[in-house]
């Protein structure tokens, strides 16, 4: 397998400076507070060196003020990119809509060291579909389908999908159950927030803004075979009600406990699936009905796994 390399984005990312009321002073400063996992220093090298533009193109600087409005320009880049030597699979494409079955792993867009290794560049590049866009998001780790708008003209109406809860989905997990569990069923609604690193979500006192019905389908030597439907759709949201009950996702580095950071081992994904997606079609208007082929893998032969609750 290839070693790491360095990437740069095909495209430039954009960004559109809001009005705050208490702004900082510079654009560096938004940045650095903005995007806290890219670091002050690589945001001071890419102002330096002129990669960081408005959008005619002018380059900004380390004084740029803050100015709302401002839509600034500029193009992710890691030094050190590791291949995911895992592939992605067409599932379904129309004019519309292209279906894929997505591998653990692999991010839907860029994200933190993946740049070129994600999902939404690997079938631009494989289609040419330049305007090919996801209309849901899937956590790097989970595996499954993932939805993708073909036609801007119709984009809106598959994100409306989701924002209105017109499409029922469905996941599978392994999780850590060193007993029976002495229920099948459950109904978790929760408020989640940012918790501690930033980019781990924590149950919060409050109004539930998460809901996710929980079926047991199976309990074997100390694990639980779970079927979830969630109704909403945050960030984790199904490792952390999971969590919650007590019964960890198999190979989760971030709940209930975060482990230590490291790169990722291949061999132990989360044991997480975006099963299948069913909805009527908001152009078409015919009945889809979407089954991952992926199969999660059993956790029996890596029982030395130390994730435990």
Not at 159 to 188: M, V
Not at 197 to 224: C, I, K, Q, Y
Not at 281 to 300: G, N, Q, R, Y
Request: glycine content about 4%; some cysteine; hydrophobic content about 35%.
């Amino acid at each position: 397998m290839p070693g790491p390399q360095h990437s740069r984005a095909p495209r430039a990312s954009t960004i559109t400076l809001p009005r705050l009321e208490d702004p900082p002073a510079t654009l560096l400063a938004y940045l650095v507070e903005r995007f806290p996992q890219v670091g002050r220093e690589v945001w001071q090298r890419r102002l330096t060196d002129g990669k960081v533009t408005d959008s005619d193109d002018r380059k900004l600087d380390l004084m740029t003020p803050y100015r709302a409005g401002l839509r600034v320009r500029y193009f992710r880049e890691v030094e050190q990119e590791r291949p995911i030597p895992f592939t992605e699979t067409m599932l379904f494409r129309n004019d519309h809509l292209l279906v894929v079955d997505k591998p653990h792993f692999l991010p839907v867009v860029p994200s933190g060291p993946w740049v070129n290794e994600c999902l939404l560049y690997r079938l631009q590049r494989s289609t040419g579909l330049a305007e090919l866009t996801p209309v849901h998001r899937l956590d790097r780790l989970t595996a499954g389908l993932v939805m993708f708008s073909v036609d801007p003209a119709s984009r809106a109406d598959y994100h409306l999908l989701f924002g209105n809860q017109n499409i029922d989905k469905e996941y599978l997990a392994i999780a850590h159950a060193p007993t029976q569990p002495s229920r099948s069923e459950w109904r978790i609604e929760s408020r989640l927030d940012r918790g501690e690193p930033w980019f781990r979500m924590a149950t919060v006192p409050g109004r539930a803004n998460s809901v996710t019905h929980v079926e047991l389908n199976e309990w074997r030597d100390g694990f639980a075979h779970f079927r979830l439907r969630p109704e909403t759709g945050k960030q984790h949201q199904l490792r952390v009600h999971l969590s919650d009950l007590g019964y960890p996702i198999v190979d989760d580095p971030l709940y209930p406990t975060l482990q230590p950071k490291g790169p990722p081992d291949f061999e132990r994904p989360l044991r997480l699936l975006a099963h299948r997606l069913r909805f009527r079609d908001p152009v078409t208007h015919a009945d889809m009905d979407f089954t991952s082929p992926t199969k999660l893998a059993s956790p029996i032969a890596d029982r030395s796994d130390t994730n435990t609750a």
